[in-house]
């Protein structure tokens, strides 16, 4: 069974400051991995995915999150935080195997950035 | 409007009532998703569907809880006689991945937000 953990359920930085939000996760293959922010009242949007390859993957609004199989890991960063940044970020899990893409999510972390 | 649709945006019923939430997943996406968002708690699996067959509903609860994505039309989640604990952000995602192919990240609707009074 895969899972997700994320530390931390809230996060709060200085705008400016680098964001860094920390997921685990647990998988009896090699899984594919995401970030996903959800901002209020809407539903949840890819930030990036790592599926083979480059570990270090980049995706939207300056994000990017590496992918370390020996920790077991993909945390997010990104270098300068911006208030618009605000949100709640999800990272998932899916096992390329099954068929279709059944996604296994993290509780999330909500992001606070501060002027 | 290519996304994933769903409806309505916010349901009201009171207890023992029926609660109906549709979702129309992208143009030609072909795999359905159901998920419950409850505060502090993420999102939690319910139902996996293809049209006309119901692939993975080990995240769904076993009474009163019911999907379906017919040939035609939307995929419906239907809660039976809701109680207060139903209340929830309930989300729509679609994918065209198939199996084997795992590439296609889920597409998510806006999500229905379920009341019971």
Redesign the interface.
């Known amino acids: 069974a895969q899972s997700v953990t994320q530390l931390g359920?809230h996060v709060s930085v200085s705008e400016g400051a680098l964001v860094l939000l920390r997921c685990n996760y647990s998988s009896s293959v090699p899984p594919?991995l995401?970030w996903?922010v959800q901002y209020p009242?809407?539903?949840?949007?890819?930030l990036l995915?790592y599926?083979t390859g480059a570990t270090l993957v980049k995706g939207i609004n300056g994000f990017e999150a590496e992918f370390k199989k020996s920790e077991t890991s993909f945390h997010l960063t990104k270098p300068s935080a911006h208030m618009s940044d605000a949100a709640e970020y999800?990272c998932a899990v899916?096992?390329?195997?099954?068929?279709?893409?059944?996604?296994?999510?993290?509780?999330?972390t909500r992001l606070f950035v501060k002027a | 409007n290519a996304g994933?649709m769903q409806n309505p945006r916010h349901l009201v019923r009171r207890r023992g009532q029926e609660a109906r939430l549709r979702c129309s997943p992208m143009k030609g996406h072909s795999?359905v998703?159901w998920?419950r968002q409850l505060p502090?708690?993420?999102?939690?699996?319910m139902v996996?569907l293809?049209k006309e067959n119901i692939?993975?509903e080990s995240g769904m609860p076993k009474e009163r809880f019911s999907a379906e994505f017919p040939k035609e039309g939307p995929s419906i989640l239907r809660i039976q006689q809701v109680v207060r604990g139903d209340s929830a952000a309930y989300?729509c995602?679609s994918?065209p991945?198939?199996?084997?192919n795992?590439?296609?990240?889920?597409?998510?609707?806006?999500?229905t937000r379920l009341t019971v009074t």
């Open positions: 359920s594919y995401f996903y009242n809407q539903g949840l949007q890819l995915k599926t999800f899916s096992d390329p195997n099954t068929g279709g893409f059944k996604t296994i999510f993290g509780a999330g | 994933v795999h998703y998920y502090e708690e993420g999102l939690k699996f996996y293809q692939i993975d989300f995602a994918s991945a198939g199996r084997g795992g590439n296609s990240p889920l597409h998510f609707g806006n999500g």
